[in-house]
């Protein structure tokens, strides 16, 4: 059974920087691909970035150039590195990893943008 954890949401202000962690049962490399998505109340779950086993990454227009997804030296970890964060990225985050035909989600970590 795949397990993936997610971890490091908390408030911040306008302007800051948070770390998400995505702890998987798995090594990274086995998945297919991995990505973070968010879901703000009263709106549908987003896509925020992917990234695939080769490396190729891919972002939502709205958090280019601000937000990071990589998985570093860890095996087993995703991390997503938000920078300059604003009040309407603020939703509960969730890690997916998709292995072979299965998609696999975390149970969310809520990050909240507040002066």
């Known amino acids: 059974q795949v397990q993936l954890v997610e971890s490091g949401g908390g408030l911040v202000q306008p302007g800051g920087s948070l770390r998400l962690s995505c702890a998987a049962s798995r090594f990274i490399f086995r998945f297919n691909a991995m990505g973070w998505y968010r879901q703000a109340p009263g709106k549908e779950r987003e896509l925020v970035a992917t990234i695939t086993s080769s490396g190729t990454t891919n972002y939502a227009d709205s958090v280019k150039g601000r937000f990071t997804i990589s998985s570093g030296n860890a095996k087993n970890t995703l991390y997503l590195q938000m920078n300059s964060l604003k009040f309407e990225d603020t939703a509960v985050y969730y890690c997916?990893?998709?292995?072979?035909?299965?998609?696999?989600w975390g149970q969310g970590t809520q990050v909240t943008v507040s002066s």
């Open positions: 997916n990893g998709h292995l072979d035909t299965r998609d696999y």
